[in-house]
C-alpha cells in the first residue's frame, strides 16, 4: 500500500481515512493542528457570545451590545461549518480538496461577518469576500499546474523526492490559501475584529491560521 | 479535589515516562492537558472568596 | 493623522496597507508579481504525459463522443491513483439506464451525462473515486445559499 | 493544436481585455463584455471534449448573469 | 501535447495578469463584482488546460464555489448599500410573455433527462426564467425545505459507495435524483428572491 | 469539419467577439454575442455532442433576456 | 517530565524579572527584584477571582487553559528534539490565545488589545521566511537534525546571520515593553489581558513565562546546537539582556508601523534566501 514519503516534515503518519483516491492522513503535526480545530469549534459550540461593553459619552455610563437569538443561531451555525471545513483542509491529503475545503473556509468566514448590521464591518466583510473571490484563481490554479506538471493530486506521491512540483505552483498555492484566509493581510480582519461575538469571530483567525499552517507544510513538503 | 486528580496525574505521567513505562510522547500529552488544569484549580482552591461577576473596567 | 503622502516611508506604507479598500490592489498586485514570475517560468513546465484518468475517446462507438470502453454493468479500466481504496472501480462508469440505452440504440448523437446515460468516467470520478470533493462542492453552494437567504430574509 | 483550441484563445483574450477595459466603462457594457471570454472558455472545454463541464459551465454563466443582473437593477445605471 | 498546454497557459497567465491589473486599478465596489466574475473564468481556464476526465470533474467544484462566491457577496452589497428593492418597475418586453412558459419547460425537462448536477443547473435556469417573469406567490419556505431533503438524500447516496459498493447502481440513481432536486430547488430560490422583500 | 467551414464559422464567432468588444450601444452588442453564439455551436454540432448544441441554444437566448431587462433601464 | 516543566516555569518567571530589572537599569531606574514576577503570580492567584459578568464565560476560561497547553506542548517539543515545524505552529496559535483574551471579555480594552493583535499578526512572516531557510539548508526540520547539522557544520548564526535576526524580530516582538509590543500598550491598559485577573492572571503568568523560556531555548538551540544545559542557560540570559537593551532604548511604534517593519523584515530574508539559492 501506497504511504507517506518517509522523511515528511509533518512527521511520519499516524491514520489513514480512504475515500477512494482522496486519501486523509494524520501526521504528528495535522493531528496538532486537527485537535486544535476541534477544541475551538467546540468553545463555538458551547460558549455563549460576550455583550461588548461601550461607554457613553460624557459620563459614567455605559450600555452592553446583545446579538439576536436568530443572529447567534446563524452565526454559530456558520462556525461550526467553518470549524468542519478546517477539520477537512488540515487532514486533506489531496491538493484540490485541500483547495476545496480552504474556499468553503473563505465563503464561512464571509458568511459570519455578513451577518452583523454595522456598515463598517459590512464594508470590510465586502471588501474581503472580494479578494476571496479572485483568491479562487491562484488558488485552483496552483492545483491545476500542479496536476497538469505531475500527473497526480496526491499529496503523498508528491511529497515525494520523484515528482518535482514546479515553484509557481507552490507560489500560487500559499497565494490562494493567503487570499482565502486573509493570512496576513490582516486589515479587513482587524475591523471584522470590532464586532461583537467572539467565539464566532475568533473561529474566522483559527481557521485561517491553520490553513496558514497546513499550507507552509504542504509547500515545504512538495 | 480536582487539583489532587490532575496533580496526580502530572506527577504519574513524569515518573512513568522516567521509568520508561510510558513513551515520552504519551506522558507529554497527558501533562499538557493535566497541567492547565492543575494550574487553574490550584489557584482558585486557594483563593479568596468568589465574588459576584462585575461589568468590566471601563476608564479611570 | 497626517495627510497623504507625507511622513516617512515605512508610514506611508503602513497607511497604504491599513486602509481596507486598498485590500483588493494589493491582493491584485501580488498575484500580478507571481504570474510575471509564472510566464519567465513558463519554459520550464513540462506537460506530464502519464495523466490519472486520462481520456481515450472511441470514435467508432454508437455512443461516440462519451464512449470510454468497458461493458455495461461491468467493469471498465481507469486509471485511479489508488485503484485498491475502491474495489468496485468501473462499475459507476460503465452502466447505461433503460433511458439511455434506448437513446443510444435510437440514435448516434445523443450522449450522456452524469445519470441518465453511460456517462464515462465522469461519474465515477465524481460519484465513486473522488466523491468528497462532491461532497465538499455541494457544502459549499449549501452555505452559500444559507448567506444569501438569511440576509435576503432579514427584517431590518 | 485544433481550431477550437486556437479560436477559444482568441476568444478569450479579446474578452479578457474587452471586460477589463471596456470602451465606456458602464456596468451594463462589462455584463456584456463578459459573455465573450465565456465563450472563449467555452471553446477550450470543448476542443479537450470536456462536455458535462460545458454543459454546467453554460447554465451556472446563465445564473451568474441573473444575479449580476440582480444586483444591477437595484443599484442603477453607471 | 506539451506545445498546447503551454500556449494555453501563457495565454492564460497574461490574461490573468490583464484581468488583475484591471482590479487593481478599480475603485469601484460593483466594478470589482464584475471583475471577479472574471477572475472565475480564468480559474476555470486553468483547470481546464489540464484536458484529462479528471480536469472535467474538477471543473464542476470550481464552477460552483464560484457561483455561491458569487451569491453570498452580491447579498452582502446589497445589505452593506442597502438596496432592498428594485429602483424601477418590472420591464414589460413582448417575449417576456409569451417565452416563459414553453422555454422555462424546454430546460426543465431537458434537465430532468439529463439529471445530476448538470441537469440540475440547467433546470434552474429554466427555473429562475419562469419566476422572473411571471412574478410568484412567496414559496421560499416549501422549496427550502425540499431542497433540504434532497441534500440530505444526496449525502446518504454518497454514503451507500463509501460503505455498501455493491449496491453501486441504487447509489447513482439515488444521488443524481436527489442533487437534481436539490440544485433546481436551490437555483430557483434565486429566482424568487428577485422580488422586494419576503413578507 | 471540412477546413472552409472551419475557417468561416471561426471567422464568425471572431467577427462576432471583436464586434461585442468595440459597439458601445448596448443592444449591438448583444447581437454581436449571439452572432459569437452562431459561431460557436456549429463546432459543438460537429464534434457529435448534439446536446450539449440544444442546451446551448436554450441558455443563450435566456441569458440575452436577463440582460435585456437592465438594457430597457439605459433607454429610459 | 514534569519537573523540567516546572522548572521552566520558575526560569521564565525569573527571566521576565531580569527583564524588568535592566530595562529599569538601563533607564536609570532601579527597578524591582528579579524574583518579583514570581511572587506577582503567587499573589495573583491568591486573589479573589470571579468571571466578568459580560463575559462569554466558556471562552474566556479555556483561553487561559489553552495557553497553558499550548506553551507546555511547546517545551516538551523543544525537549524531546520534535520538529520545528510543530513549535512554530503552536507559536502561530498563540495569537489565538491573544485574541481569545481580549474578545472574550466584552472590555473594551481588550477588545482594543485584540484588534491590535489581529493587526500585528504580520510577525508570523519573518517566522516562516526563517523556516523556509532553515529547511532549505539542513533539509530537516527535526530539531535533532538540525542540532546534528550544527555540530558537524558549525552554528546556523554564523552559517546565515539574516535568518537569525528575522528570528530575533520575532522573539522581541513577543516580549514585554518591547517596540512591537502594541497589544499591551500602557494606552490601552494591560491591552488583552485587561480583564484577566486573579486566578486566570496568575496563570497567564505562568503561560507566558513558558513561553519566553520556550522562544529563548529554541533560538539557542536552533542558531547555536547542542551545547551543556548550563552554558544554553547562560547563553539565554545573554540574549535576554540583548532584548531587555532593545526594549529599554526603542520607543514603542505604531500599530501599522509594526507591520510594515516586519514584513521589510520577510522581504530582507525572502532576498537573501533567494540570493543564497543563486550563488549555491
Request: negative net charge; contains cysteine; proline residues 4%.
Amino acid at each position: 500500500m501506497n504511504s507517506l514519503a518517509v522523511p515528511a516534515i509533518g512527521g511520519a503518519e499516524l491514520h489513514v481515512i480512504e475515500f477512494g483516491d482522496i486519501v486523509n492522513y494524520f501526521s504528528p503535526y495535522t493531528a496538532m493542528l486537527f485537535a486544535f480545530a476541534v477544541l475551538f469549534t467546540v468553545i463555538a459550540i458551547v460558549s455563549r457570545p460576550e455583550r461588548q461593553v461601550d461607554i457613553a459619552f460624557g459620563g459614567d455610563a455605559y450600555y452592553t451590545k446583545d446579538i439576536q437569538p436568530e443572529q447567534l443561531k446563524f452565526q454559530r451555525f456558520m462556525a461550526i461549518a467553518c470549524g468542519l471545513a478546517t477539520l477537512g483542509a488540515v487532514v486533506s491529503g489531496d491538493v484540490f480538496n485541500f483547495t476545496l475545503f480552504t474556499s468553503m473556509v473563505g465563503i464561512t468566514n464571509i458568511g459570519i461577518v455578513a451577518a452583523y448590521k454595522n456598515r463598517h464591518v459590512l464594508n470590510a466583510a465586502f471588501q474581503y469576500g472580494i479578494v476571496a473571490m479572485i483568491a479562487t484563481v491562484p488558488l485552483f490554479g496552483g492545483a491545476a499546474i500542479i496536476l497538469a506538471t505531475t500527473g497526480t493530486l496526491s499529496m503523498w506521491e508528491l511529497f515525494g523526492s520523484a515528482i518535482a512540483v514546479p515553484l509557481i505552483a507552490k507560489a500560487f498555492l500559499v497565494l490562494g490559501v493567503m487570499g482565502e484566509g486573509m493570512a496576513p493581510f490582516y486589515v479587513a480582519k482587524a475591523e471584522i475584529t470590532r464586532a461583537p461575538g467572539a467565539p464566532y469571530v475568533l473561529i474566522i483567525h483559527v481557521s485561517s491560521l491553520l490553513l496558514f499552517l497546513r499550507v507552509v507544510e504542504i509547500v515545504l513538503s512538495m | 479535589m480536582g487539583t489532587g486528580v490532575t496533580g496526580a496525574i502530572c506527577i504519574a505521567a513524569g515518573a512513568s515516562a522516567a521509568l520508561d513505562m510510558l513513551p515520552l510522547w504519551g506522558a507529554g500529552l497527558l501533562i499538557v492537558v493535566a497541567f492547565p488544569f492543575f494550574v487553574v484549580l490550584l489557584g482558585l482552591w486557594w483563593n479568596a472568596s468568589e465574588g459576584e461577576g462585575d461589568i468590566p473596567f471601563i476608564g479611570y | 493623522m497626517k495627510p497623504e503622502g507625507q511622513g516617512s516611508i515605512i508610514s506611508r506604507i503602513s497607511r497604504a496597507l491599513s486602509n481596507y479598500d486598498y485590500l483588493a490592489g494589493v491582493y491584485a498586485l501580488l498575484v500580478i508579481i507571481i504570474t510575471i514570475i509564472g510566464i519567465v517560468s513558463l519554459p520550464f513546465l513540462a506537460y506530464e504525459d502519464v495523466q490519472v484518468y486520462p481520456k481515450h475517446i472511441d470514435r467508432s462507438s454508437p455512443l461516440d463522443p462519451y464512449d470510454r470502453g468497458g461493458t455495461p454493468f461491468n467493469t471498465t479500466a481507469v486509471h485511479a491513483q489508488y485503484p485498491d481504496n475502491s474495489p468496485y472501480l468501473g462499475y459507476v462508469t460503465a452502466y447505461l439506464t433503460p433511458l439511455s440505452q434506448f437513446m443510444a440504440d435510437g440514435s448516434h448523437h445523443l450522449g450522456t451525462t452524469i445519470v441518465s446515460h453511460p456517462g464515462g468516467i465522469i461519474d465515477e470520478i465524481l460519484y465513486n473515486t473522488r466523491g468528497l470533493d462532491t461532497v465538499v462542492e455541494t457544502s459549499i453552494l449549501f452555505v452559500a445559499f444559507t448567506i444569501a437567504a438569511y440576509l435576503f430574509r432579514r427584517k431590518d | 493544436m485544433n481550431a477550437e483550441f486556437i479560436l477559444g484563445l482568441a476568444v478569450l483574450a479579446i474578452g479578457v481585455l474587452a471586460v477589463a477595459f471596456p470602451r465606456d466603462r458602464s456596468y451594463l457594457t462589462r455584463l456584456i463584455n463578459l459573455e465573450i471570454p465565456a465563450f472563449g472558455l467555452l471553446l477550450i472545454m470543448l476542443s479537450f471534449d470536456e462536455m458535462l463541464a460545458l454543459l454546467t459551465f453554460i447554465a451556472v454563466t446563465g445564473i451568474s448573469t441573473f444575479v449580476l443582473v440582480r444586483i444591477l437593477e437595484r443599484r442603477g445605471p453607471v | 501535447m506539451d506545445a498546447v498546454y503551454i500556449a494555453g497557459l501563457g495565454i492564460a497567465f497574461l490574461s490573468v495578469i490583464v484581468a488583475f491589473y484591471a482590479i487593481l486599478r478599480e475603485q469601484d465596489d460593483l466594478h470589482r463584482i464584475l471583475l471577479t466574475d472574471l477572475a472565475e473564468i480564468l480559474a476555470l481556464v486553468l483547470i481546464a488546460l489540464v484536458a484529462t476526465d479528471l480536469a472535467e470533474a474538477l471543473i464542476l467544484p470550481g464552477l460552483v464555489v464560484g457561483i455561491s462566491e458569487l451569491m453570498a457577496i452580491s447579498e452582502v452589497f446589497l445589505v452593506k448599500e442597502s438596496l432592498s428593492r428594485p429602483r424601477y418597475s418590472p420591464l414589460s418586453i413582448e417575449v417576456m410573455d409569451s417565452a416563459p412558459a414553453i422555454m422555462s419547460l424546454a430546460l426543465v425537462l431537458y434537465g430532468i433527462v439529463l439529471s445530476g448536477f448538470s441537469g440540475g443547473a440547467l433546470a434552474g435556469v429554466g427555473a429562475i426564467f419562469y419566476f422572473m417573469c411571471r412574478g410568484h406567490d412567496e414559496r421560499f419556505a416549501v422549496i427550502e425545505t425540499a431542497s433540504g431533503y434532497a441534500w440530505a438524500l444526496w449525502i446518504f447516496a454518497f454514503f451507500i459507495f463509501m460503505v455498501l459498493p455493491e449496491y453501486w447502481l441504487f447509489g447513482v440513481m439515488t444521488a443524481g435524483g436527489a442533487i437534481l432536486l436539490k440544485v433546481t430547488g436551490k437555483m430557483s430560490l434565486v429566482g424568487t428572491m428577485r422580488g422586494g422583500h419576503n413578507e | 469539419m471540412i477546413d472552409i467551414f472551419a475557417a468561416i464559422f471561426g471567422a464568425i464567432a471572431l467577427i462576432g467577439a471583436a464586434g461585442a468588444a468595440i459597439e458601445r450601444d448596448p443592444f449591438a452588442k448583444l447581437i454581436a454575442v449571439g452572432v459569437i453564439a452562431g459561431g460557436v455551436v456549429p463546432f459543438i454540432a460537429d464534434r457529435g455532442y448534439l446536446d450539449v448544441a440544444i442546451a446551448v441554444a436554450l441558455v443563450v437566448p435566456v441569458t440575452t433576456i436577463f440582460i435585456l431587462l437592465v438594457c430597457r433601464r439605459e433607454e429610459a | 517530565m514534569i519537573d523540567f516543566l516546572l522548572f521552566a516555569v520558575f526560569t521564565g518567571l525569573l527571566l521576565h524579572g531580569i527583564h524588568r530589572k535592566a530595562i529599569a537599569r538601563i533607564q536609570g531606574r532601579p527597578g524591582p527584584p528579579i524574583w518579583q514576577e514570581i511572587l506577582h503570580s503567587l499573589k495573583f492567584s491568591f486573589k479573589e477571582t470571579w468571571i466578568p459578568a459580560t463575559a462569554s464565560e466558556v471562552l474566556f476560561v479555556a483561553v487561559v487553559l489553552v495557553a497553558l497547553g499550548i506553551w507546555s506542548a511547546a517545551l516538551f517539543i523543544l525537549l524531546l528534539e520534535g520538529s520545528i515545524l510543530m513549535l512554530f505552529g503552536i507559536y502561530m496559535l498563540h495569537k489565538i490565545v491573544e485574541h481569545g483574551l481580549g474578545l472574550s471579555s466584552g472590555s473594551p480594552y481588550g477588545k482594543f488589545g485584540a484588534i491590535r493583535s489581529v493587526i500585528s499578526a504580520a510577525s508570523e512572516i519573518p517566522l516562516f521566511a526563517t523556516i523556509g531557510a532553515i529547511y532549505f539548508v539542513t533539509g530537516s526540520l527535526q530539531l535533532s537534525d538540525i542540532i546534528a547539522y550544527q555540530a558537524a557544520n558549525g552554528p546556523l548564526l554564523l552559517l546565515m546571520p539574516p535568518v537569525a535576526a528575522a528570528m530575533y524580530i520575532v522573539i522581541l516582538s513577543k516580549m514585554h515593553y518591547s517596540p512591537f509590543a502594541i497589544i499591551e500598550a500602557k494606552e490601552i491598559v494591560s491591552g488583552n489581558r485587561t480583564e484577566h485577573f486573579g486566578v486566570w492572571r496568575a496563570a497567564l503568568d505562568v503561560a507566558f513565562s513558558l513561553k519566553t523560556f520556550v522562544l529563548l531555548y529554541a533560538f539557542v538551540l536552533i542558531f547555536i546546537g547542542g551545547i551543556p544545559f548550563a552554558a544554553v542557560l547562560v547563553l539565554m540570559l545573554l540574549l535576554l539582556l540583548s532584548l531587555s537593551f532593545v526594549c529599554a532604548l526603542c520607543p514603542m511604534l505604531s500599530p501599522y508601523d509594526t507591520v510594515t517593519m516586519q514584513s521589510l523584515a520577510t522581504a530582507l530574508v525572502a532576498v537573501y534566501l533567494v540570493a543564497v539559492v543563486v550563488i549555491a
